[in-house]
């Protein structure tokens, strides 16, 4: 506690930033904050690290939308911060400033206590905020509509928000995931030469659409490594099970799979492939694909097949 809070212009000395001494070595002198804390779990303490100041403004944001308070900047510079809560006459303070000797950001001072009552909102949870929820929502459901995002927010928050900016949130955050998704289909045979360049045997195909005025689309992917081939033909089972699953990214697909079983009963991948759907034209091509580099395919897989 710094007993000097009620004076929210002044700053502490450098006193945290004095060395460890040598009565202290092999002592955990500070708790370093991590930063895969999920939202609800943020917890500050006086002493406590955190690598930059754009890491805990983010913790900062998480906790006062969780706790339903709204949060003043005292002091926001380079080198230190100081915020607290904007309710009248609630004491709740914190203060960051840069450690010299530990290279990073520390808690200074830090008054833990709310006396205000709990809002259903925030000032932190601004567009920011939400984009950085979004996407990682949009990642598994890329369709997710307006009213499911509001129920969700209310849900997985306990927040509720205006509609207008829920949805230009949404826009920018769905934006920001197609184009990333777009971005890996167009590195997609940079992918395949780097298999083949570290893996020499892997088979590892690209089917595409050709376009008149555009670039081709992407239709079917195939990769069979050849370290995979090998454990499969010397440590494996003579037996091929054959399964398709839905890909929950943007642009949707099937991936198909191959896989053995070795002497302990664990599965072992031989082959995939993504397919834009699965039906009986793509599994006949990933079987045949799979004939060529194994050299024999298991009864129990053509019957498979065959029963599409």
Request: glycine share 6%; hydrophobic share 35%; aromatic share 12%.
């Amino acid at each position: 506690m710094d007993s000097d809070y009620e004076k929210p212009y002044e700053y502490e000395s450098e006193a945290f930033n004095s060395p460890i001494s040598s009565e202290d070595e092999g002592k955990i002198a500070y708790d370093p904050f991590d930063e895969d804390t999920e939202y609800g779990e943020v917890e500050f303490k006086v002493r406590q690290l955190f690598p930059t100041i754009e890491i805990f403004k983010k913790a900062l944001k998480d906790y006062f939308v969780h706790e339903g308070k709204d949060m003043l900047y005292i002091k926001n510079e380079k080198h230190r911060l100081r915020a607290t809560c904007a309710a009248n006459k609630c004491p709740w303070l914190i203060y960051i400033s840069w450690n010299s000797a530990s290279r990073c950001f520390q808690v200074k001072t830090l008054i833990d206590e709310h006396s205000c009552a709990w809002d259903y909102g925030s000032n932190m949870a601004d567009r920011q905020w939400l984009a950085s929820k979004l996407i990682k929502k949009l990642l598994i459901q890329p369709d997710m509509k307006l009213r499911y995002v509001m129920e969700h927010m209310i849900e997985e928050y306990n927040i509720q928000l205006n509609p207008r900016m829920i949805a230009k949130t949404l826009k920018v955050a769905r934006e920001v995931v197609i184009g990333n998704a777009r971005d890996q289909y167009e590195k997609v045979r940079d992918y395949l030469n780097e298999l083949h360049r570290s893996n020499p045997g892997t088979i590892a195909l690209v089917k595409t659409i050709p376009q008149l005025v555009s670039f081709p689309l992407f239709d079917r992917l195939y990769i069979c490594l050849d370290t995979s081939k090998k454990g499969f033909k010397e440590g494996c089972r003579p037996l091929i099970g054959l399964d398709g699953c839905f890909l929950k990214g943007y642009y949707g697909g099937q991936l198909l799979s191959a896989v053995g079983q070795d002497a302990n009963n664990h599965f072992f991948i031989i082959a995939f492939a993504v397919v834009l759907n699965e039906c009986k034209d793509t599994w006949k091509w990933f079987l045949t694909l799979l004939q060529e580099d194994l050299g024999e395919v298991t009864q129990f897989g053509l019957n498979f097949i065959s029963d599409q």
